[in-house]
């Protein structure tokens, strides 16, 4: 009864090692890895299947059953990532000494308290062995609910990741420095001193990880928002200009409707035609180009009118904009402008016929918003949001993510469509 207690308990050790490496290469060295709940259940619950047939038909073998183990662990590897698989591959490798680093310190453990030791097949176990790696998984998931879930895309630059290899490869030595203590006078408290010191040791990497990881989060994340109080200070500014010489403009209408009058009234009738066409140019340089009924949104698209006039982008607007005012001015800004420049984007990779149709509905307390325009190619998405398609992963998709954060702020929901060449974004809030 004891032994197939123990291989159960082995089936699942060898669960959570697995788990621990995917987490460590999606949390801490930033694979671009699809580790969702439901991903990790199905990886898990066939890991159990192939780990046990494994163990039952190769019981003294153990070289062949953590063959099997490694082959699995790669083919889910390769499944997982998104994109760069041989380098998640390669970096299995560093990941490996980070795992066996944080199981140094239950080896440590075990040897001074003298842990009694099972054997399961050719393998050789103590309590602690059995429950590190759902401790170290227990870990990472507990790390992954924190602000690092937010900065896991960051990955580590090829000399971090040289310093850390050569950090876990100091292992061997930590634990001959433990054995180097037997016989000694105050053995046992310099072992517990040196297992202290482990335990600092590997906080202080963690620490060191998730702070690097963190603060090159917040720098990308102050010049996107950079970008876009730049994007607002000079819209409102624009604003205020026109507002100026719509009133500049009133202020005088009076004095050239008399002047058009009195030249009207003298038969000058090619000056007043040459007069009032001077009048309407300067007119129309005052008011907006567009009129939605909602003051933000003429403000934001009479911004990118430049951009779409220079690409040949209609503009068309349907339904009921003038009621989108349950947002304030800064979040209203954060969101259309992102979802009209990404829209603009699109449209200029695509050959036919450009267009971006902004659509509006209200009923029933709901606030129904859509964008639509062509694309080109196909969009990449995860947990149904848009991937970005840029190179530069790090400093791009931060304006996607404000979409996503502003759309949850106010309680909305969205929806992303690709069919026919086209893309929609729809979303619904609660007004």
Same mark, same amino acid.
């Given at each position: ?5 123990? &291989?159960?308990?082995? $089936?699942?050790?060898?669960?959570? @090692?697995? #788990?621990?490496?995917? +987490? !460590? =290469? ?97 393998? &050789?176990?103590?309590? $602690?062995?059995?429950?590190?790696? @759902?401790? #170290?998984?227990?870990? +990472? !998931? =507990? ?97 205020? &200009? ?16 008399? =002047? ?172």
């Amino acid at each position: 009864m004891m032994d197939i207690v123990l &291989e159960l308990i082995s $089936l699942l050790m060898n669960m959570f @090692a697995m #788990l621990d490496m995917w +987490l !460590i =290469l999606s949390l801490l060295f930033g694979c671009d890895m699809r580790v969702t709940p439901r991903n990790l259940a199905i990886a898990s619950g066939i890991f159990l299947f192939v780990d046990g047939i494994s163990l039952y038909i190769f019981d003294e073998n153990a070289v062949i059953v953590t063959s099997i183990i490694f082959a699995y662990n790669v083919l889910v590897t390769l499944i997982l990532t998104n994109k760069n698989r041989i380098k998640a591959l390669l970096l299995e490798i560093p990941a490996l000494l980070v795992f066996i680093q944080f199981s140094t310190f239950f080896d440590l453990v075990e040897r001074i308290t003298g842990l009694s030791k099972y054997h399961i097949g050719a393998e &050789e176990f103590t309590p $602690l062995s059995l429950i590190s790696d @759902a401790v #170290l998984f227990v870990f +990472l !998931i =507990l790390l992954g609910r924190t602000k690092v879930a937010k900065a896991k895309s960051i990955q580590l630059t090829i000399g971090e990741g040289v310093v850390l290899t050569i950090f876990c490869f100091f292992s061997p030595l930590i634990v001959g420095g433990f054995e180097w203590f037997e016989g000694t006078e105050h053995a046992v408290v310099y072992k517990l001193t040196w297992i202290c010191f482990m335990i600092i040791l590997n906080v202080a990497v963690v620490y060191a990880i998730v702070h690097r990881k963190m603060a090159a989060y917040y720098r990308q994340l102050s010049e996107n928002y950079k970008k876009e109080f730049e994007a607002e200070y000079s819209f409102f500014r624009d604003y205020k &200009e026109q507002q100026e010489d719509t009133v500049k403009f009133r202020h005088d209408w009076k004095n050239h409707m008399l =002047l058009l009058q009195e030249m009207l009234e003298k038969g000058e009738y090619g000056k007043a035609e040459s007069y009032f066409k001077d009048l309407t140019a300067d007119s129309s340089k005052s008011v907006y180009k567009i009129a939605t009924g909602n003051e933000l949104v003429d403000m934001i698209l009479s911004t990118k009118m430049a951009a779409l006039e220079e690409h040949e982008i209609t503009l068309q607007c349907k339904g009921v904009l003038s009621e989108f005012n349950f947002m304030n001015y800064v979040d209203g800004c954060i969101l259309l402008s992102n979802l009209i420049d990404n829209a603009v984007e699109a449209n200029v990779k695509v050959k036919g016929p450009h267009y971006i149709l902004l659509t509006a509905k209200k009923a029933e307390g709901m606030f129904y918003l859509e964008i639509r325009n062509p694309m080109e190619g196909s969009l990449q998405q995860e947990n149904g949001r848009i991937l970005t398609t840029k190179t530069a992963k790090e400093s791009h998709g931060i304006g996607l993510q404000n979409v996503y954060d502003i759309i949850e702020k106010y309680n909305g929901e969205y929806h992303i469509m690709t069919q026919e060449q086209e893309y929609a974004i729809q979303m619904v809030f609660t007004v």
